[in-house]
């Protein structure tokens, strides 16, 4: 399977009052009911959580914006080929409900206004019993680890082109192997999230620099592509279409862990509004000038659509979206392994420090060798992935999320916005679930017709 192969599959402003429910519903997740009394030398503590060993709300800034971004910019150009320029009220759509379901799901997390649930397993568990909980980490696992393989076997793949033909080259599993060795020093060595924010700014760094450049060669290149073909909508391929753009925002299993690192969490709206919004104008600046100069020929990568005579900022693309898989990859994992830990008692306040810290090792070690694996050795892995992505994708980000908030805080009482609101964000989510699945059901019937 080949970059663009991988790429072309779908993989992924509200203010808190615009999303809050009324106050006697619960408390919300920016509010703390202390009174005077309850100042202490303990008033850093929150939900179960010591805020002062926490992390700032601009790393989880850079996390999420790591986690969303990347590799499904550069395939919004081939997003509108699909169904014209109208991709674009799909991706603002997309957008604002992303928004909207990134703060049902962290609220649901204090549905009760006295714990914090620590994951999106919990929120499921508390909605609809230990069913609930396990269809809902079935669904993260298969984005949380799945997505963590393609990106090694992508990132491998990516090296083994770079290198091929000079004194650099080596075989692709040679090169999936050196990858996971680069993601498994952090994964191994560093217990959450909040130990890796220089992780996600690098990462994030690095796709920014792949947008700027495919953007000023895109603008170099516009004279040469005058004649390009161009639709406002393509009424045959926009379900396909409004599937693979709808994946772009897919970060929502991780943003409980994100949210949980913060140190002021009352920042989390602001934080997954600014955030998105930040992924929004990056997938603007590479969706509309790679359509606009590339038209209907427009590739996924984009950057594959750059001339021969572009050599040199395509091959800077490919290497730095290569390092934007390898930092994203530790970010996806750590934040499973802490779901799977805090389920094995893995932790502090049931292991001793040296027990906790052996069996970690040994959880994610063999983790990680599972991961490279696959990467390696199973066939058409990623056409299997993106059919169980289109099912997992849409669900955790767009379906679940609203489900589960009115189950655990009831459907009366809502304002009335906030009815339309769940009512587009289920309907783009079985929109994209139904024609995902079909696309990549297609995709897969090609791959053993072809071999």
Not at 124 to 136: L, N, R, S
Not at 352 to 360: C, G, N, Q
Request: hydrophobic share 50%; glycine share 8%; charged share 15%.
């Amino acid at each position: 399977m080949n970059e663009s192969q991988f790429l072309n599959k779908p993989t992924t402003s509200y203010s808190a009052s615009v999303i809050s429910d009324k106050k006697e519903d619960f408390p919300p997740v920016s509010e703390e009911v202390i009174t005077e009394d309850d100042h202490d030398e303990n008033d850093h503590i929150e939900f179960g959580i010591d805020r002062s060993k926490q992390g700032s709300s601009f790393t989880a800034f850079f996390s999420v914006v790591c986690v969303v971004a990347g590799t499904g910019a550069l395939g919004l150009p081939y997003g509108l080929a699909q169904g014209g320029w109208i991709g674009l009220f799909i991706l603002c759509l997309s957008w604002i409900l992303s928004i909207y379901t990134g703060v049902l799901l962290i609220r649901s997390m204090y549905y009760d206004g006295k714990t914090r649930l620590s994951s999106y397993q919990e929120v499921a568990t508390a909605a609809f019993g230990a069913i609930g909980g396990w269809i809902a980490f079935f669904f993260t696992a298969i984005t949380l680890v799945g997505v963590p393989v393609l990106y090694l076997l992508l990132s491998g793949l990516n090296l083994h082109n770079v290198a091929k033909g000079s004194s650099a080259e080596l075989t692709f599993p040679i090169w999936v192997i050196i990858c996971t060795c680069i993601v498994a020093i952090p994964f191994l060595f560093f217990r959450s999230l909040k130990e890796m924010g220089f992780l996600s700014i690098f990462g994030m760094l690095s796709t920014v620099i792949v947008v700027l450049i495919v953007l000023g060669v895109a603008v170099k290149e516009a004279p040469d592509h005058v004649d390009s073909h161009h639709d406002g909508v393509i009424w045959n391929m926009f379900p396909i279409a409004l599937s693979s753009i709808s994946f772009s925002f897919g970060g929502n299993p991780v943003y409980p862990h994100v949210e949980q690192s913060m140190r002021n969490r009352k920042d989390w709206n602001k934080v997954i509004t600014i955030g998105l919004t930040f992924c929004v104008v990056l997938y603007f600046l590479a969706a509309v000038p790679g359509y606009y100069v590339y038209g209907s020929a427009s590739l996924s990568p984009i950057y594959e659509s750059l001339s021969d005579t572009n050599k040199g900022p395509k091959f800077a693309s490919i290497i730095i979206i290569t390092i934007h898989l390898i930092l994203t990859t530790p970010l996806l994992l750590m934040s499973f392994a802490i779901d799977v830990e805090k389920m094995l008692k893995i932790d502090p306040e049931h292991k001793s420090f040296f027990v906790e810290w052996t069996l970690r090792f040994i959880f994610r070690g063999a983790l990680i060798v599972l991961i490279a694996a696959i990467a390696i050795f199973v066939p058409f892995f990623g056409d299997f992935m993106s059919l169980l992505g289109a099912f997992s994708n849409c669900a955790l980000v767009f379906i679940f999320p609203v489900v589960f908030y009115y189950k655990l805080t009831g459907i009366k009482g809502k304002r009335w916005y906030e009815y339309i609101l769940a009512f587009l964000t289920l309907l783009l989510g079985v929109v994209g679930l139904i024609f995902g699945t079909i696309s990549a059901i297609e995709a897969l019937n090609d791959d053993f017709k072809n071999n």
